[in-house]
């Protein structure tokens, strides 16, 4: 399994855009890219997924350079209520199980 | 649809207590797990199935039992609960297995004392 390095905590002022890097130096060839998100109390949500170069839905975008050995999760504008913990998962869309790392923490500031 | 339901939300148990922590899905999902969440911590494995009469061990399964008589429950048992066990246990579900897209539970917060 790929290991994945992100900081351990961001603060953003609100209306910002938020970039959270995810360094994967030895992600393999048939190795997906996985975004969670994790509110207070709750269970982690799925935000989103890609291969490579850009992937962009209602919640987010999420940007693969060409060597695959990092990814950026942008949130646009973001409000108070983006106050959670963003985890990074690298591995096939194969297979039995996925882990999760420790994630970043981003605080939106007012 | 309920998604992944999980009960108790909350539980206390005295150690050496035994107890299942109920799963249930309606999604008709193959692949469901058991994580345990330590605070400022990610998400630990705990076991996995990968449809009914399947399970295996995850990362960290020593104290806890599961098994899987439908596609819809999974639940997870802790056999003699220790103080180490206190946690907040979540369940999951998808349709594929590996890292696909998952459906979590609201969780349960366990207090072993």
């Known amino acids: 399994l790929a290991k994945t390095t992100q900081p351990i905590s961001m603060d953003s002022y609100e209306g910002q855009e938020v970039n959270i890097t995810c360094s994967h130096n030895?992600?393999?060839?048939?190795?997906?890219i996985t975004w969670y998100q994790q509110f207070p109390s709750q269970g982690p949500r799925f935000i989103i997924q890609?291969?490579?170069t850009k992937v962009t839905n209602e919640v987010a975008s999420l940007f693969i350079p060409a060597d695959r050995k990092s990814s950026t999760l942008s949130l646009p504008r973001v409000s108070l209520s983006d106050t959670a913990v963003y985890y990074c998962?690298?591995?096939?869309?194969?297979?039995?199980?996925?882990?999760f790392g420790t994630g970043t923490s981003l605080t939106v500031i007012p | 649809n309920a998604g992944v339901t999980q009960t108790p939300k909350f539980q206390v148990l005295k150690t050496g207590q035994s107890m299942t922590l109920q799963c249930a899905q309606d999604?008709?999902?193959?692949?469901m797990s058991w994580y345990r969440q330590d605070p400022g911590m990610g998400l630990r494995l705990i076991h996995y199935?990968?449809?009914?009469?399947?399970?295996d061990q995850g990362e960290v399964p020593n104290g806890y039992n599961v098994s899987r008589s439908t596609t819809e429950d999974f639940p997870l048992r802790l056999l003699s609960a220790a103080p180490s066990q206190t946690s907040v246990y979540f369940c999951?579900?998808?349709?594929?297995?590996?890292?696909?897209?998952?459906?979590f539970g609201q969780g349960t917060r366990l207090t072993v004392v």
């Open positions: 199935s990968v449809g009914a009469g399947i399970t």
């Open positions: 999951a579900s998808s349709y594929r297995g590996g890292y696909t897209e998952a459906f």
């Open positions: 999604m008709n999902h193959e692949y």
């Open positions: 890609g291969y490579k």
């Open positions: 998962l690298v591995g096939p869309d194969t297979g039995n199980q996925f882990y």
């Open positions: 030895n992600i393999a060839t048939n190795d997906y």
